[in-house]
């Protein structure tokens, strides 16, 4: 059966589930970005303790070794809050032997002292993350399910596949399968008509800036804090005028000047999307993509092309779609109409996901 489990977690598995659960928004480079920010937060304490100092008592205290304190100060106060406590007893009152049921109207999950039912119209996400399976309710709350506990790999996968299909089956109002007669093909044929409003979903999609789009975020600071430096050293009125300012006020114009320009950019970076979605070739007839456990081939207008997994760094789920990214700029964009409903779009993501995983394994 799919639709039951029981399991007692281990000290390890809640290490694991808090892990998981915090968004690595950089990936394994997540720390960093908090240790930046704990630096930027410490800084602007700083200035504004400084600049506090300068104007009621007429005191100087903006310097290097001061401004070097606070940024260590920040660094490990942003280490430390990137840090994921696994530490957890053996006689943790968390650690006791439990279920998880799913049926067609919600999931359950029981244990000593305690037992909850959730609908699946309360549920937000089912979430898969690395070696776990998160629940997360419209209320943030988070019930899950460690992959440790199944047989293997594919036990996890038929589980989560099941819940999956019961949570779309009862949002859309409709009736799932029994679940001993659900299997995921290991084989896709599909056919659909791209439309500009695919591509527009595409665009639309949140990725990292690469190339010179990152570029075009830092490099005018960088060259307008050289240029600053360069006018101050060289000019002593415009020095003059920095001074009367004070140190906060120029941190302050600094950072409503990087908000501003942060903003620009994004409002021309989105024009650029949506200049690039109009002047987009389409296909002038239907599409039709082929997927099994060796890759995904795409034929349209006369012309095949053949990509291997491995070719297939990145599968994504969205309302209204599947994109599998061979870059971060293109992918294989498979709508909704394309499937017999969200049930088995979501089930072809499931399968495409896993297979890409696999081959970067």
């Known amino acids: 059966?799919?639709?039951?489990?029981?399991?007692?977690?281990?000290?390890?598995?809640?290490?694991?589930?808090?892990?998981?659960?915090?968004?690595?928004?950089?990936?394994?480079?997540?720390?960093?970005?908090?240790?930046?920010?704990?630096?930027?937060?410490?800084?602007?304490?700083?200035?504004?303790?400084?600049?506090?100092?300068?104007?009621?008592?007429?005191?100087?205290?903006?310097?290097?070794?001061?401004?070097?304190?606070?940024?260590?100060?920040?660094?490990?106060?942003?280490?430390?809050?990137?840090?994921?406590?696994?530490?957890?007893?053996?006689?943790d009152p968390r650690l006791t032997e439990r279920s998880f049921s799913l049926g067609k109207d919600g999931f359950e999950t029981r244990g000593r002292r305690f037992e909850t039912k959730v609908d699946w119209t309360g549920v937000a996400d089912i979430a898969d993350r690395r070696d776990t399976i998160f629940f997360i309710a419209e209320w943030k709350e988070y019930y899950f399910v460690p992959k440790r506990a199944f047989a293997d790999a594919a036990a996890a996968e038929a589980f989560e596949r099941t819940a999956r299909d019961f949570w779309s089956a009862r949002r859309d109002g409709r009736n799932p399968a029994p679940v001993e007669a659900r299997a995921r093909p290991d084989r896709y044929s599909l056919a659909y008509r791209l439309e500009r409003a695919d591509m527009a979903a595409f665009a639309a999609l949140r990725r990292e800036l690469t190339g010179w789009r990152k570029a075009l975020i830092f490099l005018p600071a960088v060259l307008l804090g050289a240029i600053g430096a360069w006018i101050r050293e060289s000019n002593p009125d415009f020095s003059a005028w920095l001074d009367r300012m004070g140190t906060f006020a120029v941190v302050a114009a600094v950072l409503v000047g990087a908000g501003a320009w942060y903003l620009v950019v994004t409002v021309a970076m989105s024009a650029v999307r949506a200049l690039q979605v109009r002047r987009a070739k389409l296909p002038e007839g239907q599409t039709r993509?082929?997927?099994?456990?060796?890759?995904?081939?795409?034929?349209?207008?006369?012309?095949?092309?053949?990509?291997?997994?491995?070719?297939?760094?990145?599968?994504?789920?969205?309302?209204?779609?599947?994109?599998?990214?061979?870059?971060?700029?293109?992918?294989?964009?498979?709508?909704?109409?394309?499937?017999?409903?969200?049930?088995?779009?979501?089930?072809f993501y499931t399968f495409a996901e896993e297979a890409s995983k696999h081959a970067e394994a």
């Open 289 to 347: 993509l082929a997927a099994d456990k060796s890759g995904v081939q795409i034929a349209a207008d006369g012309s095949t092309e053949r990509l291997a997994w491995r070719e297939i760094p990145a599968v994504t789920l969205g309302p209204a779609h599947v994109f599998l990214s061979t870059t971060p700029a293109s992918a294989v964009i498979v709508p909704l109409r394309a499937f017999t409903g969200r049930a088995a779009m979501v089930e």
């Open 1 to 91: 059966m799919n639709d039951h489990i029981e399991f007692t977690p281990a000290p390890a598995d809640m290490a694991a589930a808090a892990r998981d659960l915090r968004p690595r928004n950089w990936g394994r480079w997540d720390r960093l970005r908090l240790v930046l920010a704990g630096v930027l937060i410490a800084l602007l304490i700083f200035f504004a303790i400084a600049r506090y100092v300068w104007q009621q008592h007429g005191v100087y205290i903006v310097y290097w070794e001061d401004m070097a304190a606070f940024s260590f100060a920040g660094a490990v106060l942003g280490w430390g809050y990137g840090k994921v406590s696994g530490r957890f007893s053996a006689d």
